[in-house]
């Protein structure tokens, strides 16, 4: 019984095992090619849409169209998403900040975190959810509907038409998006800080101020700028390899929602390190 289990070790069980390790081997390199690919046809779409920034007519009419849908119509929804995200952070830090004695330091708590880090987080992940999402489920719509194949023939360039709108109208909302969501946040914990939790208005205000700066507003804007560049240029991916009909324009409007939420996430990480290097934070201006 021992020379059979150590025959089935070595031959069998051995065999199968070195099996088993190559199929996972080559399962996680087909993952590694396939987001390689990935990467490379956002790239690609990436200096499409270059060109037809430097050289392509300017759609000013899908311009315009575009900034009233990314940006007039995301208002309510960004502003709530802020205000009660402002308040929330300002509930938690009063409630801890209580213990030390230490109330009047979360007004500047809640303007340095929704500037540097949830201002433009919290902004980008709505914009994903509710402009990405509808980015690819139009133009890929378009894709299988072979409206996109009907630009094409009247010489009409469907990154020209389609894309580049929108990558302007994201670039000019954005920015305006995350100034409401940052606004409405601060303000929201200033109505819980003061009337709620009786910290005085006028060091309320002065902690807002001394803690918050330009470097604040900076790092808010650039994050959402990158936010928004990755939201537009995911999404319009996803519609324009939008295939198999309607189900295929509902995996690709998906995907468009959740890569967008991902990129954000991801980027989120690496862009707070190089903004810390840049604009260190914890400057708290005297005198």
Request: net charge positive; glycine share 12%; hydrophobic share 50%.
């Given at each position: 019984?021992?020379?059979s289990?150590?025959?089935?070790?070595?031959?069998?069980?051995?065999?199968?095992?070195?099996?088993?390790?190559?199929?996972?081997?080559r399962?996680?390199?087909?993952?590694?090619?396939?987001?390689i690919?990935y990467?490379?046809?956002?790239?690609?779409?990436?200096?499409?849409i270059?060109?037809s920034?430097?050289?392509?007519?300017?759609r000013?009419?899908?311009?315009?169209?575009q900034?009233?849908?990314?940006?007039?119509?995301s208002?309510?929804?960004?502003?709530?998403?802020g205000?009660?995200?402002?308040?929330?952070?300002?509930?938690?830090?009063?409630?801890?900040?209580?213990?030390?004695?230490?109330?009047t330091?979360?007004?500047?708590?809640?303007?340095?975190?929704?500037?540097r880090?949830?201002?433009?987080t919290?902004?980008?992940?709505?914009?994903?959810?509710?402009?990405?999402?509808?980015?690819a489920?139009e133009?890929?719509t378009m894709?299988v509907?072979?409206?996109?194949?009907?630009?094409?023939?009247?010489?009409?360039?469907?990154?020209?038409?389609?894309?580049?709108?929108?990558?302007?109208?994201?670039?000019?909302?954005?920015?305006?998006?995350?100034?409401?969501?940052?606004?409405?946040g601060?303000?929201?914990?200033?109505?819980?800080?003061?009337?709620?939790?009786?910290v005085?208005?006028?060091?309320w205000?002065?902690?807002?101020q001394?803690?918050?700066?330009?470097?604040?507003?900076?790092?808010a804007?650039?994050?959402?700028?990158?936010?928004?560049?990755l939201?537009?240029?995911?999404?319009?991916?996803?519609?324009?390899?939008?295939?198999?009909?309607?189900?295929?324009?509902?995996?690709?409007?998906?995907?468009?929602?959740?890569?967008?939420?991902?990129a954000?996430?991801?980027s989120?990480?690496?862009?707070?390190?190089?903004?810390q290097w840049?604009?260190?934070?914890?400057?708290?201006?005297?005198?």
């Amino acid at each position: 019984m021992g020379s059979s289990s150590i025959g089935f070790f070595v031959c069998g069980g051995g065999s199968s095992g070195r099996n088993g390790v190559v199929e996972q081997i080559r399962k996680i390199g087909r993952i590694v090619l396939a987001f390689i690919e990935y990467l490379g046809e956002l790239g690609l779409l990436a200096r499409e849409i270059g060109e037809s920034l430097l050289k392509g007519p300017k759609r000013w009419r899908q311009f315009w169209k575009q900034v009233a849908e990314i940006g007039f119509r995301s208002q309510p929804v960004v502003i709530l998403t802020g205000a009660f995200t402002g308040a929330v952070l300002a509930v938690q830090a009063l409630y801890q900040f209580r213990l030390v004695g230490m109330e009047t330091l979360a007004g500047g708590l809640v303007s340095a975190a929704m500037l540097r880090e949830l201002g433009a987080t919290i902004t980008g992940l709505m914009l994903a959810g509710r402009v990405g999402s509808s980015m690819a489920a139009e133009i890929g719509t378009m894709k299988v509907t072979e409206q996109i194949d009907a630009l094409r023939s009247m010489a009409v360039h469907p990154i020209d038409y389609l894309v580049v709108p929108r990558v302007l109208a994201m670039m000019l909302s954005v920015p305006l998006l995350i100034a409401q969501s940052v606004s409405f946040g601060i303000g929201a914990s200033f109505l819980v800080g003061v009337p709620l939790f009786k910290v005085d208005a006028a060091i309320w205000i002065e902690n807002v101020q001394e803690y918050s700066g330009p470097d604040d507003v900076a790092i808010a804007l650039i994050k959402g700028m990158v936010f928004g560049l990755l939201i537009v240029l995911i999404s319009c991916h996803q519609g324009l390899k939008a295939s198999n009909g309607a189900v295929g324009v509902g995996r690709g409007t998906t995907s468009a929602m959740v890569f967008s939420s991902l990129a954000i996430l991801i980027s989120n990480f690496f862009l707070s390190m190089l903004m810390q290097w840049i604009f260190p934070a914890g400057f708290v201006k005297t005198g």
